[in-house]
């Protein structure tokens, strides 16, 4: 699986747009992009996935670059619930992987009131 | 639905006894994998089961394994505990739909604490 970079930490005001980057410049064209997050002490959460398209669903945004080497998530309006620990992870989609997660230090943000 | 479900929550050991955790997948999963969170890391797989078989490992020593059963749960079995092995234990499971392998969904995680 293709190594990710993030930054260790980013900080949000409440109500704002929170933007997530993520480099993956070693990507394969059967790996998805998949981000995770996890709130102190409980199990990562799934947020959104996508593999060379924009995605959106109810909880972000997942901006894919056209060369796929670099993503960003989009959480639309920051709230102090979404301070968490957040993954960016590439994963192939099929074959004889069975969905392995390899997770790297990902970027703590922290939503300021 | 209740999600994917582990047991206990947590737990203390003493050095060289033995573990076992459990998990239940969400339904409609049939592939589980383990992985151990120490403080401050993010999680590090330690293997998969899919079909009642171990699949992929990761870098782990044999005193880690584990079993799927035929509903589809799985226990992750830690023999000979060392202090190291004090972590957060997560189970999550997963399904492949059309040739894709779906989104995982992570338990709650076990609390191993080894003094």
């Known amino acids: 699986d293709a190594k990710t970079t993030q930054p260790p930490s980013m900080d949000c005001a409440e109500g704002r747009a929170a933007n997530l980057p993520c480099n993956h410049s070693?990507?394969?064209?059967?790996?998805?992009v998949y981000w995770y997050r996890q709130i102190h002490s409980q199990g990562p959460q799934y947020i959104i996935h996508g593999l060379k398209n924009n995605e959106t669903n109810e909880m972000a945004s997942l901006i894919i670059t056209e060369d796929r080497k670099s993503s960003t998530l989009i959480l639309p309006h920051a709230t102090l619930r979404d301070t968490a620990v957040y993954y960016c992870i590439v994963r192939v989609g099929g074959g004889t992987s069975y969905g392995k997660l390899t997770f790297g230090q990902g970027t703590i943000l922290t939503v300021h009131p | 639905d209740a999600g994917v479900t582990q047991s206990p929550t947590h737990l203390i050991k003493t050095r060289g006894q033995q573990v076992t955790l459990r998990c239940s997948p969400k339904?409609?999963?049939?592939?589980v994998s383990w992985y151990q969170q120490a403080l401050g890391q993010g999680p590090q797989f330690i293997f998969q089961?899919?079909?009642?078989?171990?699949?992929q490992r990761g870098n782990f020593p044999d005193r880690f394994s584990g079993h799927q059963f035929p509903n589809y749960s799985s226990e992750l079995n830690v023999n000979a505990l060392l202090l190291g092995d004090s972590a957060l234990y997560l189970c999550a499971s997963s399904s492949r739909l059309q040739g894709v392998w779906t989104e995982a969904f992570f338990g709650q995680g076990t609390r191993l604490t080894v003094v």
């Open positions: 339904s409609g999963h049939d592939t």
């Open positions: 070693t990507i394969s064209g059967n790996e998805y």
């Open positions: 089961y899919y079909e009642e078989e171990e699949r």
